[in-house]
């Protein structure tokens, strides 16, 4: 499960997606997914809650100074999809597999320095600064997840245990068919192959963030790719378990996977480079990464471990957990409580799509829409090309001529 140092290659994958495939990517309201059944990476959803549910650029606490953060962004953001007929599941992670060890242990130390430098600024920094480097010292530790858990079991909503990544079962089951998509801001979770990717879903309501729903199969089709290369192209990238190449961006790791096919034929094709452009990092186990993505160390959708039901929530228990033991607001709590009862039973309601089923489109259908964007890569390629040739025209010119 990935924190903040992914979020950059998130936005890379992302960037290349909407410029090279537009079509695999629908945005929308949050209301137009009712009915639908969602598996949601868990780890992924309390960093956010962390990071996000503040007072005054602190972590909520209670009265004797446990942080509240995570279960305030649980409880209110899990009631906001069910208020929108979304039914959640959530997916935790289970152990790192072997070889996230090391980008992990990078990890740690960031966040050891973060640590370091957030009491420094404590000291001499500017409120900004402070709120900085806190935010960069969040982790989600055992203890976050057992009161997460603790908490969704109180409010009726099911959750499951990965054997590792969370973002690899959600897909399994989303392929399966169990769930409707796998939720995560993280990009990777396309790699473990998940049919639909659902971003921005446990997010406020006052950031106002459209839902982005991302399509693989049209992705691969707008790329133009299968998906051993797509995932390829994501390692270029720089996935959760190894650093990117320096000096290989997204549009050149594009450029390199469609020019030579593998990682293989790309490093064959650095290895060869007279001028020595890009220097791999001396560690750098892409087969490994890739056999991560390929084959995860996940549960079949059909494992007893992976039977959910959504449950009437335990009123009484959520008062005693929420507002005794950690001072919740007594009636914001009820009145939660009511709407999840209510909105469970109505969210029973099928959606339309289950009886029938989207129509494939057409050899035609495929052509047209190939073709058309083959036209738009070119029209953008004369473009760069054109603005190129003007810049060096314009250099070329004498001062003060024309």
Known sequence: ???????HKDKDLYQVISENAPDAIKTGEIKNHFGRKVAIDASMSIYSFLIAVRSEGQQLMSDTGETT????????????????????????????????SGELAKRGARKAEAHEAHEEAKETGTAEDIEKFSRRTVRVTREHNAECKKLLKLMGIPYIDAPTEAEAQCAV??????????????????????????????????????????????????????????????????????????????????????????????????????????????????????????????????????????????VDGLIEYLVTDKGFNEDRIRNGAARLTKNLKSAQQSRLEGFFKPKARTDDEKANLKRKHEEKLQEQKKRKKDEAKAKKEAKAKPRGAG
């Open 173 to 314: 089951l989303a392929r399966a068919g169990k769930v409707y998509a796998a939720a995560s801001e993280d990009m990777d979770t396309l790699c473990f192959e998940s049919p639909i990717l659902l971003r921005h879903l446990t997010f406020s309501e006052q950031r106002k963030e459209p839902i982005q729903e991302i399509h693989l199969s049209r992705a691969l089709e707008g790329l133009n790719m299968d998906r051993n290369q797509f995932i390829d192209l994501c390692i270029l990238l720089g996935c959760d378990y190894l650093e990117p190449i320096p000096k290989v961006g997204p549009q050149t790791a594009l450029t390199l996977i469609r020019e030579h096919g593998s990682i293989e034929k790309v490093l064959e094709f650095m290895e060869k480079d007279s001028k020595k452009k890009y220097v791999v990092p001396e560690d750098w186990p892409y087969q490994d990464a890739r056999d991560l993505f390929i084959s995860p160390d996940v549960r079949d959708a059909d494992h007893p471990d992976c039977d959910f039901k959504w449950e009437a929530p335990d």
């Open 1 to 7: 499960m990935i924190l903040t140092s992914s979020a």
């Open 69 to 100: 953060s995570h279960l305030m962004g649980m409880f209110y953001r899990t009631l906001r999809m069910v208020d929108n007929g979304i039914k959640p599941l959530y997916v935790f992670d289970g152990a790192p597999p072997k070889l996230k």
